[in-house]
């Protein structure tokens, strides 16, 4: 996998596939039609673009055989009693504990398989009655089974929008069913999603619509919106349910739903032609159709899409010209790449060398070397297509504005030295700039999984580039490793504030776009891998660095801050907070807790578990000890407040989820760095304020005491 997507052969791969089944058992009880008429059904499934196919029960051997042989690959549902309370039943959790194990055995390393889901949708009384921690960890004990017997496996389970609060830790992936009709909300429950999906892909594992309620035409037009719509929101791959009529279940056929693309015979419907013809556009091609476009293409030959899964590096101007014309399409204006450097030629070539090959139409590259003594010129050299500016070292704000003043595009995109960016990066980050109340864009910035086992460490810990979201779409900040704004916005609003020399230049423009009455939007599939700190020493020194800027940002915005000086955000805190224990956690729901969509939403307080891991409370400690010379029992509160902060650090330690084979090192580092990081940032943001608190913050004249901070505190930008 790839971060937000999955990759089969270095390329990205999205997987397009069909439901398939259940059907009445075969003369040997395998819920599957005759042999002949699967090898008729996966060559139909082909020729309409799918690259995969969803089975509901674990399929023999043979079936698999033929899957591989018309190069599709199969995801794997296993079922079992999980409609009823099984755990109750030692036999029941026995059985569900044997067939995992079985599945994964027998298919799981088949190499058709893509994966395998342990389970499809619990009810939701049955997860409300014994709890979601409950049901979740019996559903990564069963996760577990699949890596047991199946190593290079993937794993995963189904959920859908009545037990959205349902997680489970040892996932690859996540996949929910979902069935809405109008698009606006399936967009819209798709931005949800993906926040709960968080760096791992998001699979529409379920999707459809009735051809005998709606008619065949209604059914065509909403498949045709649903898959732009799949497609603008980024997702891993999706699953139409489904490929034909021919359905059983309960122990008969089912006659009153029809929600394939072909009717029992395997006659074509209408939507069947909408399918060929959207699953045969590349990503940013379907990104530039609207849904309409679409239906009124003109069709594509089955012969044309037998490849079509596979990204091609040219432009989509390039293929496919009678569907859509990228370079002439408004869905893809002009788009200037800025890169801030400052001695970061060990990163630096990477990064280039993504830009590109980035999958978008219309762009240019410009790398700012901030006065860099190592490298970095060399390296520039190597690619001359980019602009480069140098210039004496002013600092990461002075720098990104000296790259907006040299852009031509319509939007102006910032990444960093130490990113490197996913090929279709631009083509999701300018996408929510088309609404005109949107003047900042970012995205998630994800650890390569490269890197080494330190900097995974790093990145489970605080003090990483979040995003803080106001709901599911629009968002307070953004980080600025990742993030697109319109040039004349950007400069109406004077861009960058200079002072900020290392960092907080993105959290002073996003409060400042708020305050002019503007949005700032989140694209969660426009993803940058980010290189994190390689060692300690290096985190600790930009965690000093963050403090430092944090002090000039609370001058400069004071209403923004609370008593202590900290931030106050009016939204939650992504991939930050998220390992300390404590979280408190809302489950929106209908009466006697069943309504349809389950929803759980983040309150973004976590009590007093953070504050005994802050500067002032180990300070405060410090204090009753000294005064527990006078007295003991003091002694005995300052014991007491230490063995909770250790112990908030112990359970923090224990909350992320470190990718598989970590040394045994890895949590207590991290429950270090939950120690460590809030005890150097603000240790070095109560300096800055002592320096600066009578300085006038919100000028940038390059003689201030704030952009004279020493050399040695900076580092190449975040």
């Not at 995974?456 to 803080?468: D, F, I, L, M």
Request: charged fraction near 20%; charge should be negative; proline fraction near 6%.
């Amino acid at each position: 996998m790839g971060g937000k997507f999955f990759r089969l052969g270095g390329s990205k791969w999205i997987l397009r596939a069909f439901s398939y089944g259940p059907f009445s058992p075969n003369l040997d009880c395998e819920f599957l039609p005759d042999e002949d008429q699967v090898h008729r059904d996966l060559a139909r499934m082909l020729a309409l673009g799918a690259n995969g196919v969803r089975v509901y029960y674990p399929p023999p051997l043979w079936f698999l055989d033929a899957a591989e042989n018309f190069g599709l690959r199969v995801l794997v549902d296993v079922p079992w009693e999980k409609h009823r309370c099984w755990f109750e039943d030692w036999d029941a959790c026995q059985r569900a504990r044997e067939i995992v194990a079985q599945t994964a055995k027998n298919a799981g390393q088949h190499p058709a398989c893509l994966a395998i889901s342990v389970a499809n949708e619990f009810p939701n009384d049955v997860v409300r009655f014994y709890g979601q921690n409950r049901v979740g960890k019996f559903v990564d004990e069963l996760l577990d089974s699949v890596r047991q017997n199946a190593p290079e496996c993937l794993a995963t389970f189904v959920n859908f929008p009545t037990t959205e609060f349902l997680t489970a830790t040892q996932v690859d992936f996540h996949c929910f069913n979902v069935y809405l009709n109008e698009p606006e909300r399936l967009s819209a429950y798709l931005n949800r999603l993906q926040h709960i999906a968080g760096d791992l892909p998001l699979v529409l594992s379920e999707f459809g619509f009735d051809s005998h309620r709606l008619g065949e035409l209604q059914q065509q037009n909403a498949l045709s919106s649903h898959l732009t719509q799949i497609a603008r929101q980024g997702l891993a791959g999706s699953v139409l349910f489904s490929f034909t009529d021919d359905w059983f279940t309960g122990g008969q056929r089912v006659d009153d739903w029809k929600f394939g693309v072909t009717d029992c015979d395997r006659v074509e419907k209408p939507s069947a032609a909408t399918v060929r013809r959207a699953w045969a556009l590349t990503q940013t091609q379907l990104l530039g159709c609207s849904h309409m476009e679409i239906a009124a293409a003109p069709n594509v030959p089955a012969t044309d899409v037998a490849d079509c899964d596979q990204p091609s590096l040219a432009t989509p101007a390039a293929t496919n010209s009678n569907v859509v014309r990228a370079v002439d399409n408004p869905f893809f204006p002009s788009v200037s790449v800025v890169v801030c450097c400052y001695n970061g030629g060990q990163t630096l070539a990477e990064c280039l060398q993504s830009l590109m090959h980035l999958k978008y139409p219309n762009y240019e590259v410009i790398l700012v070397d901030d006065g860099s003594t190592d490298d970095t010129q060399q390296i520039t050299a190597r690619f001359p297509s980019v602009k480069c500016i140098s210039q004496t070292n002013r600092g990461l704000s002075a720098a990104r504005n000296a790259g907006a003043e040299a852009a031509t595009g319509e939007i102006i995109a910032y990444t960093d030295a130490d990113c490197v960016a996913d090929e279709d990066w631009l083509t999701y980050l300018v996408r929510p700039l088309r609404d005109p109340t949107v003047a900042i864009v970012g995205g998630p910035n994800i650890t390569p999984p490269g890197d080494g086992w330190v900097s995974k460490c790093v990145a489970a810990s605080p003090g990483n580039p979040c995003h803080v979201m106001l709901d599911d779409h629009f968002a307070e900040h953004v980080p600025g490793c990742n993030l697109a704004c319109r040039r004349n916005v950007f400069l109406g609003l004077g861009g960058f504030d200079p002072q900020f020399r290392q960092a907080g230049d993105d959290v002073d423009y996003c409060w400042r776009v708020l305050d002019a009455g503007l949005h700032i939007s989140y694209a969660p599939s426009a993803m940058v891998w980010h290189h994190r700190r390689a060692n300690l020493r290096e985190f600790l020194r930009q965690q000093r660095g963050y403090g430092w800027a944090e002090a000039l940002v609370q001058l400069k915005h004071p209403r923004r801050c609370n008593s202590l000086g900290r931030f106050h955000w009016n939204g939650i805190i992504y991939g930050c907070r998220a390992s300390l224990p404590g979280l408190n956690s809302l489950i929106y729901h209908g009466r006697f807790g069943g309504a349809l969509f389950q929803s759980i939403y983040h309150t973004g307080a976590t009590s007093l578990f953070a504050s005994t891991l802050s500067l002032e409370w180990h300070l405060l400690m410090l204090f009753v000890m000294a005064l527990g010379l006078l007295s003991a029992s003091l002694l005995v509160v300052a014991l007491l407040m230490l063995v909770t902060s250790l112990a908030v650090a112990i359970l923090a330690a224990r909350q992320p989820m470190l990718p598989r084979g970590a040394p045994w090192w890895g949590r207590p580092l991290i429950g270090y760095l939950h120690i460590a990081q809030p005890i150097a940032r603000s240790a070095r943001r109560y300096k800055s304020l002592w320096r600066n608190a009578r300085l006038p913050c919100v000028q940038s004249d390059p003689g201030t005491r704030a952009q004279r901070e020493p050399r040695s505190d900076e580092m190449s930008p975040d």
